[in-house]
């Protein structure tokens, strides 16, 4: 989640509030290059129950403008795994090209509607947490919401950008809850008073997505697209300028598409299985040398698993590594096949898990289908993947691109990159209101 501020007509600040940490960074405007960067845990505790993109919070008005943390319900994440399929099922159909998901905002509130129908008589809007952060700096006395979250939250039409207003009606749901919609890159207000330094009417861009943002860091040409790959996986291009969604979700489709900026979209292959199988790999083989009464750093094994499969250039084994399913196949699971005595050594085990999992985002999103889109160059981000050169190198293998590796993919940057240029749009435009 991502949102900015203009601390002066030379510098924009930007946020990522993220599950397990807080990234803010200083970009200098006209040379566009970040002066200064600070990141922080949240020491948040979330168990992990996996689906969908977005989180969600209430808020009470008194909050917002009295700057006091009370009214406020605990955050509910993107982990929240609350909404069964059978419960989903039950929902109406929504006026929108993406599906609804566990863990979205208005599934949950439909959740809390149907289980504990009081716990939502106490609030008077619901948001993001970025959202929420927006509203406080900004003294607003309504959430405000972009069509880039908004869709993530369901029930959201993205072509009209608008709720779905009249079926969640129909559906007795609380719709005075739904934040207001803004464009994506608009200033939602500013600053009602000093706050650490940055002065009071200092314009605050309204909150963005956290993916989009990633992509905005570092897609510069069309012929890009970005693998990012951190805990789960992303592979994403943009779509042409006159592209339209379909009208309904494919449900069975692996690809999505996400608004972007202008009315465009990006099209995106979000697995569920990215850095966080050979996280699950790792800690196995812990447990197992734990119950031999020997203890080793994950960090050593980790290393010594990469060692091995880069000595291992190839395996006949095969991982399928989709060991936390994935939303258009929520029943899949992983597997191991083609295992002989020859092929069970640390080297050839790790470079199967590795392939399988690159391989599962190239079923996702096939290199033909990059090819047909025009990519001409993959940019590889994120943590797991600048991390491992075995994973590089699979990349390599089945995608047939130029791979670029060391880009700032941040979405820290990404956000202020975004308000920055609106802003100095909006400056030119009118210089006398800043």
């Not at 002066?8 to 200083?26: I, P, R």
């Not at 319900?73 to 059978?86: E, H, K, P």
């Not at 963005?208 to 990012?228: E, H, I, P």
Request: glycine residues 8%; aromatic residues 8%; negative net charge.
């Amino acid at each position: 989640m991502a949102t900015s501020l203009s601390c002066s007509a030379d510098f924009v600040l930007g946020m990522d509030l993220g599950t397990t940490s807080v990234k803010v960074v200083l970009l200098e405007a006209q040379s566009n290059t970040v002066t200064d960067s600070r990141s922080f845990p949240t020491n948040s505790d979330i168990s992990c129950t996996t689906d969908t993109r977005v989180g969600c919070e209430w808020l009470s008005k008194d909050e917002i403008i009295r700057f006091i943390p009370k009214d406020v319900s605990q955050l509910i994440t993107w982990q929240d795994g609350r909404c069964s399929a059978d419960f989903l099922s039950s929902l109406p159909k929504p006026d929108s090209h993406l599906s609804v998901a566990t863990g979205f905002g208005c599934a949950t509130i439909f959740w809390y509607m149907k289980h504990r129908p009081e716990f939502l008589s106490g609030f008077s809007d619901a948001g993001t947490i970025q959202d929420y952060v927006v509203s406080m700096l900004g003294g607003l006395d309504r959430c405000v919401m972009t069509g880039q979250n908004a869709a993530s939250w369901g029930y959201f039409n993205t072509t009209a950008n608008q709720w779905n207003s009249q079926i969640l009606k129909d559906a007795g749901f609380p719709v005075h809850l739904l934040p207001v919609v803004v464009e994506s890159g608009a200033v939602a207000g500013y600053t009602s008073s000093e706050w650490y330094g940055i002065p009071a009417h200092t314009p605050v861009g309204a909150a963005l997505g956290d993916f989009q943002c990633s992509v905005y860091s570092c897609m510069t040409d069309k012929g890009d697209a970005v693998l990012n790959m951190s805990t789960s996986a992303q592979l994403t291009f943009g779509m042409p300028a006159e592209f339209s969604p379909p009208s309904s979700p494919d449900a069975l489709s692996p690809v999505a598409y996400f608004p972007y900026l202008h009315g465009s979209y990006l099209a995106v292959a979000a697995s569920l299985n990215g850095g966080n199988v050979m996280a699950t790999f790792v800690r196995m083989l812990d447990s197992w040398i734990k119950e031999f009464g020997l203890e080793v750093n994950e960090s050593r094994i980790y290393s010594q698993l990469i060692q091995s499969a880069l000595a291992q250039p190839n395996t006949d084994l095969t991982v399928t590594s989709t060991l936390l399913g994935e939303r258009h196949d929520p029943t899949t699971s992983a597997s191991v096949s083609h295992i002989s005595p020859s092929n069970l050594s640390l080297g050839h085990v790790t470079r199967a898990v590795c392939r399988g999992i690159i391989e599962n985002m190239a079923t996702m999103m096939p290199p033909q289908s990059l090819q047909a889109a025009g990519v001409r160059c993959i940019i590889g981000s994120g943590s797991a993947l600048s991390c491992n050169p075995v994973l590089q190198q699979e990349v390599e293998r089945v995608f047939p691109f130029p791979v670029v590796y060391g880009k700032d993919v941040d979405s820290a940057v990404g956000v202020a990159m975004v308000f920055k240029d609106q802003l100095m749009t909006f400056v030119s435009e009118t210089p006398d209101l800043l």
